[in-house]
């Protein structure tokens, strides 16, 4: 065992290691949590992902991960051989709850080889008034990894440590940007785009689940109440966007088909970027084109996810831009003031402390699955169901969806980005399932996807389904 002081450095010679902060509790004594800080070479995460900490206790990678607290040690786990090749530092870190460090008697870092268990360093620290704490940093040079004592307190607490390193801390809800609208292939002026008059619904075709047929006929594109209500750009993007809905439909051997459209959002700690830019957003809107199409009222039901699962109002299509001003809205990590109430929420929001930071996919499945055989109609229902992955909850989500087969329902899961989908993109080769319930395609950028690339991917399985679900007597 080598005992450090403030900045002495060694090297690692295990591929796994274990971090163990320590301390002196007792009476008075604040409460305190250990953490990590994934960094990329210009010293800042690439995502709110890259924290790991007791509300998001593993990584996407699964390289990273929160062990769990006992009295008087707070651990993590650093697999250093599964770290991916853009991560060059991963600082270890601590907050202090209910006062400061200069209160912690005790204070050390053990750094234990995960393996053998054996000490391979302890840095013992001293602190003042800080609340936040870089203990130490495992870091890459010339291709191994090193151990350095580090020793910074932060007295602006761990928002102001997080902060330092490209982090989103704030207790408030996340402003969502104005969604960036996807350029059509055709584009249509804004000033050729009539005006919707006030109209009675036009009635949906009956839906034939066992003999969809294609049609070389002009696909019929349904008129929702409530359109004439949007902005006239928002109106004309809609517009276009159901024709190619329906024409999707229709090359697929579903035109004029009904269905029941539900929409579940990730909305985990690693979403925050794709919330911020608008690419949410972005999606909702697409999505509320689908819904206009296949439901004959237009409306869609909705689920935001990522620790618990949380059902959002109805979105009706009159009400787009209110509700995506409203509702998307990205998880919040509850760094500080786990107790406080909610601030301001309004319109029937969520308060998105209680949906958490971390990936449970299982658990809004289980809901909407809950909901549908609640609320059962005479015709399928579609799930949009949008993650950017970092899903390890392999298992539980298999057995839901298995379960689910027997169901009149289709999952069509989108990932957006790389990271790792797990279960989600291996369903479509599991045996055992009467019917292939399970749809799963992942794009790099979805905003740079074309409307007709995306539904044509988006509706590819949905109409397959349709006819064996048909005959295999689960849809009537």
Known sequence: ??????????????????????WSAGPGVPDVDASAL????????????DFVFYNQPRHSSDAVRHLGKQPGADSLRVDLAALEPAIERVVLCASADGGSFGQVPGLHLRLLDAVSGAELARFDMTADTETA??????????????FRAVGQGYASGLAGLATDYGITVDDAPTPVAAPTPVTPSTP????????????????????????????????????????????????GRLSLRKRQV??????????????????VLDASGSMSTLYSRGTVAGVVERMAAVA??????????????????????????????????LHVRVGQMSLFGRKKPPKGLTGGQVDMRAVGFQNEEQ??????????????????????FFSDGGVYRNNEIEQEL??????????????????????????DDMPGRRVDNVGFFAVDDIDAISDAELYDRLLSEFPSWIRAAGQAGILR
């Open 1 to 22: 065992m080598t005992s450090l002081s403030k900045g002495a450095n060694l090297p690692v010679p295990a591929s796994s290691v274990r971090a163990v902060l320590c």
């Open 38 to 49: 994934l960094l990329t070479g210009d010293g800042r995460v690439r995502s709110d992902g």
């Open 133 to 146: 704490y870089v203990s130490g940093e495992l870091y890459r040079r010339a291709g191994a990894w090193k």
């Open 188 to 235: 249509v002026p804004p000033s050729t785009v009539p005006p919707t008059p006030a109209f009675t619904p036009v009635p949906a075709p009956a839906p034939a689940p066992a003999s969809v047929q294609a049609s070389n006929a002009a696909p019929a594109v349904r008129l929702i109440k409530g359109e004439e209500r949007l902005p006239v750009e928002m109106r």
């Open 246 to 263: 329906a024409v999707s439909l229709t090359k697929h051997g579903a035109a004029g088909v009904t269905a029941r459209v539900i929409l």
């Open 292 to 325: 206009a199409q296949l439901d004959d009222d237009g409306e869609m039901q909705a689920w935001t996810f990522a620790t618990n699962p949380a059902r959002l109002p109805d979105l009706t299509i009159g009400e787009l831009p209110e509700w995506i001003r």
């Open 363 to 384: 658990k809004v499945i289980a809901e909407v699955r809950a909901y549908v055989r609640a609320t059962a109609v005479p015709v399928p229902t579609l799930v949009l």
């Open 402 to 427: 298995r379960a689910a087969v027997e169901e009149p329902v289709f999952w069509q899961f989108v990932g957006l980005g790389r990271a790792g989908f797990g279960v989600l993109e291996r369903f």
